[in-house]
């Protein structure tokens, strides 16, 4: 009898394994002991997304392929995969006493937060279409859940149908994709397919653009990309604030991934096509998340247009599809995880028992409630806008210098012009904590946990921008793998 | 005559004489039932009609189907007048890939006696047996579910419309262990074909009820839920649910849902004959004997399933989701891991080391789930579910 | 297109998935809907049988019209307003939605049938002639290159269960 998984398949995966372990212990605990569990689960849940990251600094710098190419970790990878164990990892800090002010239970919601972990890092070092589908579907089940687990609250029960159906759609928009690519090529494996695009003549092969096309439709879904962008709004508003965290940043980073290694490194010889169509995709949503970010008032709703601007910013790194672009994608994740993280960190410590006070008044004079939250907020902001001192600032510089390389002048002054118009809406909610003072000043009370949270993002954002080459030698690597 | 043809020819035959065959079990079965029932509670049973009462079931479906078809005013128009029939066709259907004989020869042609069986002609005309043999006769059972809901909601009553919801949740929760219990005797075999099992029962010389005794009893047990018998027949629970699902239907449509459930009740025994007693050989292979020694098997089963019913206490519904999800279903994908281990690393000894993992398995298995239902049905009741649904009695008022 | 057993059991067995099809999306009875859609799926098992793939067309069975549709029926039935409610499948977009439908399908079904006239090798993925017991051949890819996914699978179905325990559980007291 022979064991079909060898060593190297154990170290591929050796991350995912103690993330699903993790995850089954805190759901077994939770099944026998429910008072234990609401105790310790969320630190058993930091534990092992900290073996996570400590298995991923093991693979720094690695190259493996495991499960017959199914599999890749790369510089690539394993960058993204950090950025999205960062971004759990905060959202744990913040669930902790979200969970306790909105009285709902804990170890399911850790189980599931674990496991979309698990299918994102899965997406992020996916090779084979079938595992992209497998693994986004993982994930995006886990998410659905979470968005409607504040069952009581409309809002919320809405947000996770909306999420729920128009993902379904995606998902089966995805699949039918694939098999349409794979009547076209033959193969689902990425490698395959790069390979099978270089014989003659099979580049107008209409079954493969129809494929290609409507696998775009299902990944640019997850991204929130105009113009599959109409679900991020209502979602990002009705879910409970950590998950909206959480899902803002960790499945943008693996759905990134997984778009980054299917266009530029499998379908690179179709890029004649695609590159068109990405460019419009990131102008259109560059434009459009901008724009109406400047109409919120609602702080959510405003953060997530601006994350839907964000998808638009990434996307002109794929549409490079140069080193510099490929680089600038990880270092864009991770720097956005921090920033957005944080920044919905303060909105999650803002908001009252049942999501009330998400308006932009209830931001007026912060800084006098409480200085710290609101110069950290203002950093967010900042970062979020692209101002220096701050990590956005350096990740938009590499973007737009890989644009400049990549000679997509276009694109880069839609970039330019509509960075300008977000510093608009951004720095409004500066200018609202600082400049005007609150009628009455009430102290806000700040969890330990969210503490801790909100000050590693500062931490890192002014890390980054300070020393980026903390991780430029590492994104370095990346260029290296197989392309 | 083209080979395709006679090939057409044979098979229809064979189907006829199959389904008739099958067809008058039921009649048989209802005699049978009436006859053991009115011994075990020591009546004398059906007597009047024909010897022994033998006529009396004829006599029954005459007078039913004399009745007036009644069609509640409020009935869905199309669904409760083809309810019924969803419920039998799938019943009669599932026959078609059990063997009752072997191999038959006549001249140079030579097939099984299975309705989806194999088939070989001169001239090297092949039609093997159906691959998937047993994935179609689950999915066949599985179809019946749609007969019970659509019959129980399509009567626009709240008696049938329950009566449905517990036959079709119950029909489904008992899917599982039935479909996975009969994995480790495919294992065993090696094939999805029925024909194969039964072969591979000779080969090892010993009927898979030996080595396979936990997955024989999880059948059992689920077959008998699956069908809605006795202790399992919460749908037609008359104290509570007049008569379940088919509470409305009158008539040639009734008939048809009586017809159904002993149809099945034969199909599940003719699986169980076939998986776990050896199906139609016995002794010796002379092949006209076959069909005999799997009837004789099969009024073994049938037997068995009255002997259950007039023996045994109806269980209470809760009792019935947890036998079925907390003992049955892991107590069989236990069964199932052990018999892939043990396959998988002493092949040679497999039978062997099986039965005495069944004995200590099934040992374990009824101290622990006699525990596991007596604790969650206890729980249940401490529940809010039973606050909520129970009439409130006078101990728990003081 | 000549007649012979195939194309007769085709045309029939085709004609019955669409028809069924078209009345799961046009009746106004819900549950009707669902009992075509149990139809439609019988009928699509139908055609992996015309198609040689026996295995396939019992787990279309066992899974599609034994598991999924049952689960439809049970939504519907335990929905008490259902019970006897005529709705209308048509909203305000049916125009535009029409429009997009079938200007989708028209899409697909030139592109297939173009190319597949021309007698091209745009369909690179041919039916695998199985060599040896077709079951045998999916086990084993089941289990050596696919044995992630199948996993994967696995979990997925785990966050599925557990996801609708949460959402269905009953409140603490």
């Known amino acids: 009898m022979t064991i079909p998984v060898s060593a190297a398949d154990w170290i591929v995966i050796n991350t995912e394994l103690i993330l699903v372990g993790t995850a089954m212990i805190v759901l077994l605990l939770d099944a026998f002991n429910r008072r234990i569990s609401d105790r310790i689960s969320p630190w058993i849940t930091l534990v092992g997304v900290v073996g996570g990251l400590v298995s991923l600094g093991f693979l720094w710098g690695q190259e493996y392929t495991g499960f017959a190419g199914m599999l890749v970790i790369d510089s690539f990878s394993v960058l993204v995969k950090m950025a999205i164990l960062f971004g759990t990892g905060l959202a744990v800090l913040l669930s902790v006493d979200y969970l306790r002010r909105e009285e709902l239970a804990q170890g399911e919601y850790y189980g599931l937060l674990l496991l979309s972990t698990v299918g994102m890092l899965l997406l992020t070092s996916s090779a084979n279409l079938i595992m992209i589908f497998l693994s986004l579907e993982m994930l995006s089940i886990a998410l659905y859940v979470l968005t409607g687990y504040a069952r009581m609250r409309p809002r919320s029960q809405e947000a996770g149908m909306k999420y729920f159906l128009l993902g379904s759609f995606s998902a089966a928009i995805l699949v039918y994709g694939v098999a349409l690519i794979y009547g076209a090529l033959g193969t689902v494996d990425l490698a395959g397919v790069a390979e099978a695009l270089t014989a003659p003549g099979i580049l107008s092969n209409p079954v493969l653009l129809a494929g290609a096309g409507l696998v775009l439709v299902g990944l640019g879904f997850k991204v929130a990309a105009v113009p599959f962008q109409m679900w991020t709004p209502d979602v990002y508003e009705g879910a409970p604030s950590p998950v909206t965290a959480f899902m803002s940043v960790s499945t943008k980073a693996a759905a990134f991934a997984a778009l980054t290694r299917v266009l530029v490194f499998a379908f690179s010889d179709l890029s004649g096509v695609w590159m068109a169509v990405i460019w419009a995709i990131a102008a259109l949503t560059m434009i459009f998340g901008n724009l109406v970010a400047i109409a919120q008032n609602n702080i959510k709703r405003m953060l997530a247009y601006s994350s839907i601007a964000h998808a638009g910013y990434i996307l002109v790194a794929v549409a490079s599809a140069n080193q510099l672009g490929i680089q600038s994608i990880p270092f864009y994740l991770i720097a956005y995880t921090f920033m957005n993280i944080g920044a919905w960190a303060v909105v999650t410590v803002i908001t009252r028992k049942g ?8 931001y007026t004079g ?32 590499y973007l737009f210098m890989a644009a400049v390389n990549a000679n997509l002048i276009g694109l880069l002054i839609v970039a330019v012009v509509t960075t300008i118009i977000s510093a608009y809406f951004y720095l409004r909610v500066t200018v609202i904590m600082f400049m005007h003072r609150p009628s009455e000043v009430s102290a806000v009370h700040v969890p330990i946990a969210a503490y801790v949270a909100i000050i590693i993002a500062v931490v890192a954002t002014l890390w980054l921008f300070l020393f980026p080459n903390s991780t430029q030698a590492f994104t370095e690597a990346v260029w290296r793998m197989g392309l | 005559m083209p080979e395709i043809v006679i090939f057409l020819l044979i098979k229809l035959v064979m189907t006829i004489v199959i389904f008739a065959l099958w067809m008058t079990m039921v009649p048989f079965m209802i005699w ?7 011994d075990i509670q020591i009546r004398i049973g059906p007597n009047r009609v024909g010897p022994f009462g033998l006529l009396q079931p004829i006599a029954d479906a005459l007078k039913l189907i004399m009745k007036e078809d009644i069609t509640p005013a409020k009935a869905d128009k199309l669904i409760y007048p083809i309810a019924p029939a969803l419920l039998m066709v799938p019943a009669l259907l599932a026959i078609a890939v059990i063997p009752i004989g072997g191999m038959v020869t006549i001249g140079e042609r030579s097939f099984t006696l299975q309705i989806m069986g194999e088939y070989r002609g001169p001239n090297g005309f092949f039609v093997p047996e159906l691959d998937a043999g047993i994935l179609l006769s689950l999915a066949l059972s599985s179809l019946g579910v749609y007969g019970v809901v659509l019959a129980g909601w399509s009567s626009a009553n709240k008696y049938s419309l329950l009566g449905g919801m517990r036959s079709s949740a119950q029909m489904l929760s008992y899917e ?56 399992f027949d919460l749908p037609e629970a008359e104290q509570e649910l007049i008569g379940g699902y088919h509470t409305e239907y009158s008539s040639f449509r009734f008939a048809m849902f009586f017809m159904a459930e002993y149809l099945n009740m034969v199909t599940i025994s003719a699986l169980a004959v076939t998986f776990f007693l050896g199906g139609y050989r016995l002794f010796t292979d002379i092949v006209w004997l076959q069909p005999i020694w799997f009837a004789l098997k099969l009024m073994l089963f049938l037997y ?51 039965t005495i993992t069944s004995i200590v398995l099934i040992t374990i298995a009824y101290y622990g789930s006699s525990y596991n239902i007596r604790r969650s049905t206890d729980m249940t009741a401490r529940s809010g579910y039973a606050r909520r649904h129970l009439p409130e009695s006078e101990e728990t008022r003081i | 297109m000549e007649i012979t057993g195939y194309n007769v059991a085709f045309i029939a067995i085709a ?19 669902a009992l075509f859609l149990m139809f439609t799926f019988i009928g699509v098992a139908g055609l992996y049988v015309l198609a040689n793939a026996e295995i396939l067309a019992a787990m279309q069975l066992l899974i599609y019209v034994g598991a999924i549709t049952v689960l439809i029926l049970f939504a519907i039935v335990l929905t008490q307003q259902l019970m006897g409610a ?67 699978a696995s979990f997925i179905l785990l966050v599925a269960m557990v996801g609708a325990i949460v959402i269905a559980k009953e409140d603490k007291d």
């Open chain 1, 355 to 362: 999501e009330e006070g998400v308006g932009l008044s209830d």
């Open chain 1, 366 to 397: 912060l800084f006098w409630r409480n200085p710290l939250l609101a110069v950290s907020m203002g950093l967010f902001m900042f970062s979020l806008a692209g101002i220096p001192p701050t990590a956005g600032f350096t990740a938009k510089i």
């Open chain 2, 32 to 38: 049978l039932e009436r006859k053991v029932i009115a």
């Open chain 2, 176 to 231: 599982l262990p039935l479909g996975v219990a009969l994995v480790g005797p495919l294992l065993l075999a090696s094939s999805l074909r029925l024909n194969e099992v039964v072969n591979a029962q000779s080969n090892f010389g010993i009927w898979f009820i030996i080595p396979q005794f936990v997955g024989f009893i999880i059948f059992l047990m689920s077959g008998t839920a699956e069908v809605n018998r006795a202790p």
């Open chain 2, 304 to 354: 068995l399933f009255v002997w259950i019913r007039g023996t045994w206490p109806r269980v209470r519904y809760d009792q019935l989701m947890a036998l079925g999800w907390k003992v049955s279903l892991p107590l069989a994908l236990v069964n199932l891991a052990i018999t892939a281990i043990v396959l998988a690393y002493v092949p040679k000894r497999a039978v062997l080391v099986l």
């Open chain 3, 15 to 33: 004609a019955m998935t669409v028809t069924s099809a078209i009345f799961v999306v046009t009746l106004p009875n819900i549950l009707r809907s």
């Open chain 3, 86 to 152: 005529r709705i209308t499948q048509t909203s305000r977009n049916i125009v535009l939605g029409g429009v997009a439908a079938i200007a989708v399908f028209a899409f697909i079904a030139t592109t297939f049938v173009s190319h597949f006239s021309k007698g091209s090798d745009m369909i690179a993925a041919q039916p695998a002639v199985p060599t040896s017991d077709p079951l045998l051949m999916i086990a084993k890819m089941l289990i050596q290159p696919y044995v992630l996914p199948f996993e994967l």
